[in-house]
């Protein structure tokens, strides 16, 4: 089992900044791949960014590209996403994922990931 909290959301002006964190325990969190999703009212949880388990690559949805960095600390076990010039229609709830993915990783794909955290709300105004 690996465990996910997520922190860091809460209400920014639009053309803003954020970071979200995920902490992650219960196994060794260096053979995950790491993936931040989203899932605004009403609308299908969305890709937003992965990580390879090495760190090596990164992959971005294409609502955020040039704008969101993901990074991953393995000595903290942690997974992070800067969001920077945060428009409304980024406003969602921001959930982490965890797949073990030593091979092939399936980075936008939300049913390859067994575990996820409980999620943190972005609220970006206007």
């Known amino acids: 089992q690996v465990q996910l909290v997520e922190s860091g959301g809460g209400l920014v002006q639009a053309g803003g900044s954020l970071r979200l964190s995920c902490a992650a325990s219960g196994r060794t969190f260096s053979n995950y791949g790491m993936g931040w999703f989203r899932q605004a009212p009403g609308k299908e949880r969305e890709f937003v960014a992965g990580?390879?388990?090495?760190?090596?690559?990164?992959y971005y949805g294409d609502s955020v590209k040039g704008r969101f960095t993901i990074s991953r600390d393995d000595a903290k076990n942690s997974v992070y996403l800067q969001m920077n010039s945060l428009k409304p229609e980024d406003t969602a709830v921001y959930y982490c994922?965890?797949?073990?993915?030593?091979?092939?990783?399936?980075?936008?794909?939300?049913?390859?990931?067994?575990?996820w955290g409980q999620g943190t709300q972005v609220t970006v105004s206007s």
């Open positions: 990580i390879l388990w090495s760190g090596r690559s990164t």
């Open positions: 994922a965890a797949q073990y993915a030593t091979y092939t990783y399936y980075y936008a794909q939300p049913n390859k990931y067994p575990y």
